[in-house]
Nanobody, 127 residues
Framework: QVYLVESGGGSVQAGGSLRLSCVVSGNTYSRNTIGWFRQVPGNEREGVAAIYMGLSGFYADSVKGRFTISQDNGKNTVYLQMNSLKPEDTAMYYC?????????????????????WGQGTQVTVSS
């Protein structure tokens, strides 16, 4: 079992920044990838960024150049630094843990890769 707890969401104006945190605990052998997803009511959950084996980062085109994913193994925490936020970034953000022997961008941003999910943290960006 893997447990994930997100924090860091909030309300900001367009152009602002937020840093989301995801504290991961539990069985480390069950996951080698941590992903961030977001969802707006009525829409499917969308992959935003993921980090594989603590090194390789993958990003959705919509956030590339604005968001950065990183991992602090000493704190068992994965961060999502979000800069230049836009109103369309408004969503509930979830982190998730999964395991794959090999990873490409499509797999990293696909919900089916992930078995364990956090409860989410709300991000609201006003114009």
């Amino acid at each position: 079992q893997v447990y994930l707890v997100e924090s860091g969401g909030g309300s900001v104006q367009a152009g602002g920044s937020l840093r989301l945190s995801c504290v991961v605990s539990g069985n480390t052998y069950s996951r080698n990838t941590i992903g961030w997803f977001r969802q707006v009511p009525g829409n499917e959950r969308e992959g935003v960024a993921a980090i594989y084996m603590g090194l390789s980062g993958f990003y959705a085109d919509s956030v590339k150049g604005r968001f950065t994913i990183s991992q602090d193994n000493g704190k068992n925490t994965v961060y999502l630094q979000m800069n230049s936020l836009k109103p369309e970034d408004t969503a509930m953000y979830y982190c998730a843990a999964g395991f794959r022997s090999a990873m490409g961008r499509d797999e990293a941003l696909d919900v089916s890769t992930y078995k364990y999910w956090g409860q989410g943290t709300q991000v609201t960006v006003s114009s």
